[in-house]
């Protein structure tokens, strides 16, 4: 069984770097041709995607946040970790991880998603 949990705070002050993780059981974060995905969803607004980290630790990030954007894994815990830097009141959201197989957008596994509020 598969399962994907985020972590991390809360609440994150302007300017800081937010940084969230999602614990993987169930499966590898290696196995061949499987994604681990970052995407969120604001107050009001659909889901975005934010980035992903590749079976063989390669990252990909939206256009919009690339600049702002790393993803890490510890491979031995089995669990990937975003870091999102010089957050604003705007990236208050609802953080999801979730599982896709080459890209193709079709998520099989979600965590159950953690809000983070930015606000001083």
Request: glycine share 8%; aromatic share 12%.
């Amino acid at each position: 069984q598969v399962q994907l949990q985020e972590s991390g705070p809360g609440l994150v002050q302007p300017s800081q770097t937010l940084s969230l993780t999602c614990t993987v059981s169930g499966f590898s974060i290696t196995t061949d041709y499987y994604y681990w995905n970052w995407i969120r969803q604001s107050p009001g607004k659909g889901l975005e995607w934010m980035g992903a980290i590749s079976d063989v630790g390669s990252t990909f990030f939206s256009t919009s946040l690339k600049s702002r954007s790393s993803i890490s894994r510890d491979s031995t815990k089995n669990l990937f970790t975003l870091h999102l830097a010089s957050v604003t009141p705007e990236d208050t959201a609802v953080y999801y991880c979730a599982r896709d197989r080459i890209m193709d957008g079709k998520y099989d596994y979600w965590g159950q998603g953690i809000q983070v509020t930015v606000s001083s």
